[in-house]
């Protein structure tokens, strides 16, 4: 996202597309478009992560010098920035009309879910100014409209969605983290516990943590691991309508 030493009015200029000052006769040629540099960008971050985001890897993949995707781009900030308000153009958002509210909630944490298993690495961005393109705001106005004549106002419609968006992201953080390890290690959840139950067995004590190793040993036999992103989102998910259901109902 854009820090501090960042243009915002530039910034906002690029996620409008509007043209901003360029000085006559100076740098290459551009042959490419915003577009295109955006596009490659997120492609690189969808296959290997924003570890592996720069500005020379996306000019590699357009056929580009690095210097030539400052024409187009400020920096990574600003890229970073265009990056997330394309993917929520790129949502696909589900129809609400006539539904229940809690069927209409529990299709933006379904389409927000979906949007961080495309894009993974969108969990690794701060929440912190956002940044206010036409993805965003077309996103926000879907969204908002979930909780649209619930009898809730405005500062707590926001609040709402804001808590419906922080738990779908932390649980979407879980399935991430377990696919990352998995790959990291070579052995998925089920293979790394088989490896080291033996050693926990070994060391623990149940007397002196009788909760947690029979919690943890009747969560780890259900799961098949020691955590379910699956049985997390529906569990969590469950948890948040009814708290919703005390403020719209009570």
């Not at 781009?73 to 970073?80: D, F, I, R, Y």
């Not at 696919?179 to 139950?197: F, H, P």
């Not at 780890?220 to 969590?236: I, K, T």
């Amino acid at each position: 996202m854009a820090s501090e030493k960042n243009d915002p009015a530039r910034t906002l200029e690029l996620l409008w597309r509007e043209p901003g000052e360029r000085p006559r006769g100076r740098g290459p040629r551009q042959r490419r478009s915003v577009d295109e540099v955006v596009a490659a960008a997120i492609a690189l971050a969808d296959a290997d992560g924003l570890g592996a985001l720069t500005m020379r890897a996306v000019a590699d993949r357009l056929g580009l010098t690095p210097m030539a995707t400052y024409t187009y781009v400020p920096g990574k900030a600003e890229l970073l920035d265009l990056m997330l308000d394309s993917v929520y153009a790129a949502m696909r958002h589900p129809d609400l009309t006539g539904l229940p509210w809690r069927d209409r909630i529990a299709a933006v944490a379904a389409s927000n879910r979906a949007l961080l298993a495309r894009h993974p690495w969108v969990t690794d961005l701060p929440a912190t100014r956002p940044p206010l393109g036409p993805g965003l705001l077309a996103k926000y106005e879907h969204e908002l409209a979930a909780f649209d004549g619930l009898g809730l106002d405005d500062v707590t419609m926001d609040a709402a969605l804001t808590h419906l968006l922080g738990f779908v992201a932390a649980t979407a953080r879980i399935g991430i983290d377990l696919a990352r390890n998995a790959a990291a290690t070579g052995m998925d959840d089920a293979q790394w516990w088989s490896r080291v139950g033996p050693v926990l067995e070994r060391v623990i004590d149940p007397e002196r943590y009788p909760l947690a190793t029979r919690v943890g040993a009747a969560a780890g036999q259900a799961h098949d691991a020691a955590y379910s992103a699956e049985h997390a989102y529906e569990f969590g998910l469950a948890r948040l309508l009814a708290g919703f259901a005390d403020l719209i109902e009570g």
